[in-house]
């Protein structure tokens, strides 16, 4: 078994400024709407080595290349993405090769090809946790949008066709469907239910967790992904998991969704019961809705983050770190 100490206290965030997934602007905003309210100083309160990595931009090359438009084809959308996600990709896993734990605030879910590009290249049996009202498991044929923010699953399970036909996306190891989990699904398309279906993949609806209590899902999910804490885990967390109530300032909200409380426990868990080294917190959006709402998305993101304050321990329960041990 390989714990490094090192990366339990040393956390890189980056932003992964970007809209490209889906057509609403704002999203390529929220890393830095954090930041003037405060996001890094309350991070770096978490961890005794902090290093804000700044954003990651579409390049501009790139912009001009493939214009947004809604009459983009699908496959310039995800060419475009491929380009984006292999830069990201690259930001990532130079982080996480010297075992820093690292936070990429969205964007829209569309960045988790890069995210979980870089991880996956780190540990290609790493187990990833998707915290989504949506499964992000369709293809440009099960898709009603053909926006990629619902993609990004597919594409790292390799079941896009454009993908390699278009030989896209080249740099993404291949993720197996028994190394993910769901919790939070509440609004999936008939594809994406299929797909769900036809490889066994584990899954908690929000009603499940109404029903079992987060505490529930957590230790099913844990003996499902990591029984034996070995394991390095990737979090990849859309904030319309939550309830509209808490998350208001995001594209696609669905109603009855986890409580903050619920989204809360789910990163403290997996911050201190795993070895959780990645984590994508996307589609906060701080260009829809007024104060209020931007005043309350902000709240309830600061809330979730509160979890990352150092309560990890060791999986075996062998090790401890003192502080300023490293
Ligand atoms: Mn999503």
Known sequence: MKIN????????????????????????????????????EKISEFFSDFRDIGNVFESIKHEKEYELSDELSITKKLKKLSHYS??????????????????????DHSIAAGTLAASLQFDENIKVLWVDAHA???????????????????????????????????FLPKLKPQNIAYIGLRDVDPGERAFLDRFNIKSYDAQDVHRLGIEQVLTECKQYLDPDSTNNIHLSFDVDAIDPLYFPATGTPVPEGLSLKDGRRIIEFLNSETN????????????????????????????LLSALKRTRKYPTGSIHLEENSV
């Open 136 to 170: 992000d498991l369709n293809t440009p044929r099960t898709s009603p949008s053909h926006n990629t923010h619902g993609m990004p699953v597919a594409i790292a399970m390799d079941l896009v066709n454009e993908v390699s036909e278009n030989n896209l996306f080249s």
């Open 5 to 40: 100490i090192k990366q339990k206290d040393q956390c890189s965030l980056i932003t992964a400024a970007t809209h490209m997934g889906q057509k609403k602007p704002g999203t390529e905003l929220a890393g830095d709407w954090l930041k003037v309210r405060g996001l890094s």
């Open 86 to 107: 292999e830069r990201l990709s690259e930001v990532i896993f130079r982080e996480l090769s010297q075992d820093r734990f690292v936070l990429t605030i969205g964007g």
């Open 276 to 303: 959780l080294i990645s984590f994508d917190l996307v589609e906060i959006n701080p260009l829809l809705g007024g104060k209020e709402e931007l005043d309350q998305t902000f709240a309830s993101t600061m809330e």
